[in-house]
């Protein structure tokens, strides 16, 4: 099983971009898809997190400029990020939760940077 995540790059700050991930496995083996993030400094935090009725969780730093969601005939999570501070500059990792199953399946992370 892979997810394959993408849309990350360089930005400057205010500006938007979406990330994409895909997974090798069918949506109907998925409960829960996420995006977590690590900072410079910082561990590893959840930004987003959307089940398969569609309710939303957003890390508060986020609330109001970033929209996850999914399209399970495609078996992918987006992120959209709009507005975004050179403070979310890090790498974005995609994180999907098999049904059953007690742990996360990753992806490889996609680098974001935010210039001032």
């Known amino acids: 099983v892979q997810l394959q995540a993408s849309g990350g790059g360089l930005v400057q700050a205010g500006g938007s971009l979406r990330l994409s991930c895909v997974a090798s496995?069918?949506?109907?083996?998925?409960?829960?898809m996420q995006w977590f993030r690590q900072t410079p400094g910082n561990q590893r935090e959840l930004v987003a997190r959307?089940?398969?009725?569609?309710?939303?969780i957003y890390a508060d730093s986020v609330k109001g400029r970033f929209t996850i969601s999914r399209d399970d005939a495609k078996n992918t999570a987006f992120l959209q990020m709009n507005n975004l501070k050179p403070e979310d500059t890090g790498v974005y990792y995609c994180a999907m939760l098999p049904r059953g199953s007690a742990n996360n399946l990753w992806g490889q992370g996609t680098l974001v940077t935010v210039s001032s």
């Open positions: 959307i089940t398969p009725g569609e309710n939303r």
């Open positions: 496995l069918s949506a109907a083996s998925i409960d829960i």
